[in-house]
């Protein structure tokens, strides 16, 4: 079975994951309590692989490969740390040329292809982290799922799910759930995705 591509964000109710440049990792408007932390470790550990764009992935890199040894840090965050250090990652980058924690580099004109045969390469879930990226996939019909960690809060303003993205966008729900401090979840499957073998 080939992999697929699943765009993991926390987002507000109005689909915008920052309200300030560069807090995509954790904006004060979030409300992730521990118990949804174990979820997310729980997800994570069952991807396959991670794609992260650049920023995201610099923002990742900054913060969990130390966390994993940081006896300050709840044992959920150490957790995440361990998780997200050790998994196998793919950095989309044109400006990266080195990158650690078992991560390879994809970068280039043909990136989106190179994603493409990756897809059809690797079974399961490959975590998608970052707006342009997930844009990117979703322009060349290779995103097949969508999941949101809706945060009950309208920001009005900051980045959206979607970099410039203007056209419907149907979708089929897949899975929900609720969460304390009023955060739900909700993954949808992307209708029209490109067949894996294409």
Do not use: C
Not at 74 to 94: C, N, Q
Not at 102 to 110: F, S
Not at 117 to 135: K, M, S, W
Not at 169 to 191: C, I, N, P
């Amino acid at each position: 079975m080939p992999g697929r591509f699943v765009y993991w964000m926390n987002v507000s109710v109005d689909l915008r994951i920052e309200y300030a440049t560069g807090e995509a990792g954790g904006g004060n408007w979030m409300r992730i309590t521990e118990p949804l932390h174990r979820v997310f470790n729980e997800r994570a550990r069952a991807m396959s692989l991670a794609v992260e764009g650049r920023t995201i992935y610099e923002t990742m890199e900054s913060f969990w490969p130390a966390a994993r040894h940081d006896d300050a840090l709840p044992d959920f965050l150490r957790e995440y740390g361990e998780i997200w250090t050790s998994m196998p990652k793919v950095l989309v980058s044109r400006t990266r040329t080195h990158a650690e924690h078992n991560t390879r580099i994809i970068g280039g004109d043909d990136a989106i292809e190179q994603l493409a045969q990756l897809r059809a390469e690797t079974g399961g879930v490959i975590g998608v982290g970052g707006a342009t990226l997930a844009t990117q996939l979703l322009r060349a019909r290779l995103l097949d799922e969508v999941l949101l960690f809706t945060h009950p809060v309208v920001l009005g303003s900051g980045r959206p799910l979607f970099d410039a993205y203007d056209e419907p966008l149907e979708l089929d729900l897949l899975e929900q759930a609720s969460f304390d401090e009023g955060v739900t979840m909700h993954r949808y499957a992307v209708r029209n995705t490109r067949p894996a073998s294409s």
